[in-house]
């Protein structure tokens, strides 16, 4: 069983920046793909970044290509996402996903095996 939190959320306004944290407990986060999804109000859970096991390779949604990265960190199993030059549109709540197969990146939320609660993100215009 994996454990998932995610940190760093909060109120930030346009054009400004933040960094999520997603931190596994009970197990290594590097036998799992990992990526970032996100969910506004009455919105579907869409696809944000993702990254493969080693961190050498990432993919990205349209709507945060150019602006967001995602990174990982095996030895502090951890995973980041930096978001910058925020929109409004950023509005959601984000929530980290593990992949425990060696495919990874996957925009279908149902192809992710554990999910962190999410943490609040807020942009204001």
């Known amino acids: 069983q994996v454990q998932l939190v995610e940190s760093g959320g909060g109120l930030v306004q346009t054009g400004g920046s933040l960094r999520l944290s997603c931190t596994a407990s009970?197990?290594?986060?590097?036998?799992?793909?990992m990526s970032w999804f996100r969910q506004a109000p009455g919105k579907e859970r869409e696809f944000a970044a993702g990254?493969?096991?080693?961190?050498?390779?990432?993919t990205y949604g349209n709507s945060v290509k150019g602006r967001f990265t995602i990174s990982r960190d095996n030895n502090k199993n951890t995973v980041y996402l930096q978001m910058t030059s925020m929109k409004p549109e950023d509005t959601a709540v984000y929530y980290c996903?593990?992949?425990?197969?060696?495919?990874?990146?996957?925009?279908?939320?149902?192809?992710?095996?554990?999910w962190g609660q999410g943490t609040q993100v807020t942009v204001s215009s």
């Open positions: 996903a593990a992949r425990n197969q060696p495919s990874w990146g996957y925009q279908d939320p149902h192809e992710y095996d554990y």
């Open positions: 009970a197990r290594s986060l590097s036998s799992f793909g």
């Open positions: 990254i493969n096991r080693s961190g050498s390779t990432t």
